[in-house]
């Protein structure tokens, strides 16, 4: 007798062990987008650039390129940068004019969601030495987007330039200087001039004017009072730690370009404070100012002695007639 042995097919089941995927990698095709999309994309005017800044929390990527809007509506790149980078300057600027940006990550052949920015570029205004400058519309006025930097009177009579401390301690006359003696402060902060230049009438290109301490006072007001005004005017690049409440939001662009003392001295460092005179004077021996402070939000108020003691040379800033 033979046993009839019955072999039943057995259905194994293998559990295979599945790799989670790595949606974190943005050099994975199927990593989400937004996982490093860059954040906190601005475009600020400085002067005679327009400054990109953005942030970046996913450091795994392979650069940024940055797109703007042409005249057909098309958008065409601009730069491609690293991923060191963090802000790009566009010098290429048309007064008047809305200029748009895009930005995004790249990380081999994939690409994170595009940010947008954009920001209108004031008109120029030429100085008799043919500097051009930008400026900014700040509710119904309008201001120089950076600090004045002739040597020359509007009438193209040339302004002093007073190296020495002695000398300059005993001016009554006007005269101008670059912070520290050193040409190189002229692109960025622009030039010191002490009050007998101001009060001369003359320092402004023509149809400008030296702003009054009311018209000062206008633009605080709009821009929600002293106490918040400053950092709505400060940029956001350029100042000290912690350069408090600075977003710019204005586009005033104001840097921190210090102040010659009296004495001929140069006072505090260069990133700390930043002085504007006003055309107003508070007594035969006074007049007002304005300053902005890296570790305040506000925009301080003060009137210093023109002539005979403290007269601060100020940057100044023009707010159009």
């Not at 953005?54 to 940024?64: A, C, E, L, R, Y």
């Not at 929600?224 to 956001?236: D, F, P, W």
């Not at 100012?289 to 305040?296: E, G, K, M, P, W």
Request: charged share 20%.
């Amino acid at each position: 007798m033979y046993l009839k042995i019955k072999i039943l097919p057995i259905l194994v089941l293998t559990l295979f062990s599945c790799q989670k995927r790595d949606w974190d990698n943005p050099y994975d095709p199927d990593c989400p987008k937004e996982v490093y999309t860059p954040s906190n994309f601005k475009a600020e005017q400085q002067g005679n650039v327009v400054k990109l800044s953005w942030t970046q929390s996913k450091t795994q990527i392979s650069g940024f390129k940055i797109e703007r809007k042409v005249a057909d509506g098309s958008w065409v790149e601009v730069a491609s940068l690293s991923k060191s980078n963090n802000t790009w300057n566009d010098a290429n600027l048309t007064g008047g004019k809305l200029h748009e940006y895009r930005l995004y990550a790249f990380a081999g052949n994939n690409q994170s969601n595009k940010v947008t920015s954009q920001i209108t570029i004031g008109e120029t205004v030429t100085d008799i030495e043919g500097n051009i400058y930008n400026t900014v519309t700040i509710g119904t006025q309008v201001w120089m987007a950076e600090n004045l930097k002739s040597t020359k009177y509007k009438d193209g009579t040339s302004i002093p330039n007073v190296t020495d401390g002695s000398a300059w301690a005993g001016l009554t006359s006007g005269a101008y200087c670059w912070y520290n003696n050193d040409i190189g402060n002229k692109s960025i902060y622009g030039a010191l001039y002490n009050w007998f230049a101001v009060n001369t009438g003359k320092l402004c290109p023509v149809g400008w004017h030296v702003s009054s301490d009311n018209e000062w006072t206008i633009l605080s007001n709009y821009l929600g009072g002293i106490s918040v005004a400053g950092g709505k005017m400060k940029s956001v690049a350029g100042w000290s730690n912690p350069n408090t409440g600075a977003n710019n939001s204005s586009g005033f662009s104001a840097l921190p370009g210090c102040y010659r003392h009296y004495t001929g001295t140069f006072n505090n460092i260069l990133g700390e404070f930043g002085y504007w005179w006003s055309s107003t004077e508070f007594s035969t021996t006074e007049a007002y100012n304005r300053h902005l402070s890296f570790d305040s939000s506000s925009l301080g108020r003060k009137n210093n002695y023109k002539k005979k003691w403290i007269f601060y040379p100020m940057y100044k800033r023009l707010e159009k007639i």
